[in-house]
């Protein structure tokens, strides 16, 4: 296997988590999910400003 190449993931068996690592798990996800809204609506500001700078022709 190449250094480059992504370790693939174990799927996590939800079925052996107790109510308290659902309800963990979830709010995990749900905060990563919401650095990622934050990380994609930064980037969706600078394309468009570059856009604006540089016109976009699409």
Same mark, same amino acid.
């Given at each position: 296997?190449?250094? =480059? %190449?992504?370790?693939? /993931? ?6 052996? @988590? ?8 979830? =709010? %995990?996800?749900?905060? /990563? ?6 990380? @994609? ?9 570059? %856009? ?7």
């Amino acid at each position: 296997m190449f250094e =480059d %190449d992504p370790i693939p /993931e174990k799927k996590l068996d939800l079925e052996r @988590l107790s109510v308290e690592e659902l309800q963990e798990r979830i =709010d %995990d996800l749900k905060a /990563e999910i919401a650095a990622c809204e934050v990380q @994609l609506n930064k980037k969706q500001s600078h394309k468009s400003a570059a %856009d604006a700078l540089f016109g976009d022709s699409d």
